[in-house]
């Protein structure tokens, strides 16, 4: 036990204490309003909260990031507790999930996060949404068509960190044509968090300037 408050407290630093109550919210009310599996309650700091914050040091200083379909609030309110350097929208499509976002940040405190209701592809989304430094996306969508919905809401440069696991250098090679296509360069595997149990291994993809004449009218 006392190992495990050392890992959070490296984790989360000053933020340990805002990390343990949003723990103990998704062990009682997450799993009540079926955010979460009851199945889940003894792996949420290893599978759930260190697995997500531990994308912080990806994470440049001071960035403006959009989760992407954060459901309970995973990876975007460990971040945003562990870093308050960041900015962070929650974007979340679900009435359900928006409520339970909202309840949370309220909580929480958690005056660096928004919580935005909308899909990711969404025109108006992209009007709300744009120009980010970072897109976080965990089990939300094959790595294509999550290059298609984030890298729109990126400016030029930025990046997209999808939380993948072991399925990450195949989801590369099976999607990076279409992963082009939506203006995606450089997609590669890293690992992040190499001192915890779970370290979370993510694929990177930087949002390319768009080609020169890519959109000119045939004559
Ligand atoms: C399996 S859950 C994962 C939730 C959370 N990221 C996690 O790791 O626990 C997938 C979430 O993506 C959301 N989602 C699905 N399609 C989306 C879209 N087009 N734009 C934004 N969010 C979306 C769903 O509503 C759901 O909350």
Same mark, same amino acid.
């Given at each position: ?10 984790a989360?630093g000053?933020g340990?204490d ?23 309650v003894?792996?949420l ?6 697995n ?6 990806? %994470?440049?200083?001071g960035? !403006? +990031?959009?989760d992407v @379909?954060?459901? &309970? #609030?995973?990876?975007?309110?460990? $971040? ?8 962070v ?8 999930r ?7 940040v309220?909580?929480l ?8 209701r ?5 025109k ?5 949404v744009?120009?980010?430094? %970072?897109?976080?996306?965990r !089990? +939300?969508?094959?790595? @294509?068509?999550? &290059? #298609?919905?984030?890298?729109p809401? $990126? ?5 997209l ?10 989801e ?8 082009a296509?939506a ?5 590669v595997?890293q ?13 990177v ?15």
């Amino acid at each position: 036990m006392e190992f495990m408050t050392d890992v959070v407290a490296e984790a989360f630093g000053a933020g340990s204490d805002r990390a343990t109550r949003f723990a103990e919210l998704l062990a009682v009310h997450g799993v009540e309003r079926g955010l979460i599996g009851p199945r889940e309650v003894d792996r949420l700091w290893d599978r759930h909260l260190l697995n997500s914050v531990a994308i912080a040091e990806c %994470v440049p200083q001071g960035a !403006a +990031v959009v989760d992407v @379909g954060s459901g &309970a #609030g995973l990876p975007g309110i460990p $971040l945003a507790i562990a870093r308050p350097d960041l900015s962070v929208v929650l974007l979340e499509p679900m009435a359900r999930r928006i409520a339970w976002l909202e309840e949370v940040v309220t909580k929480l405190e958690l005056t660096n996060v928004e919580v935005v209701r909308g899909r990711a592809e969404e025109k108006a989304i992209r009007q709300r949404v744009s120009d980010r430094d %970072v897109a976080t996306a965990r !089990a +939300v969508a094959p790595l @294509g068509k999550l &290059a #298609g919905w984030c890298l729109p809401l $990126l400016r030029v440069g930025g990046q997209l960190i999808a939380l993948k696991g072991s399925s990450a250098a195949e989801e590369i090679e099976r999607d990076r044509d279409e992963i082009a296509r939506a203006g995606g360069v450089d997609p590669v595997v890293q690992t992040c968090g190499r001192g915890l149990d779970e370290p979370a291994t993510v694929v990177v993809v930087r949002r390319a300037e768009p080609a020169a004449g890519r959109h000119r009218r045939r004559r």
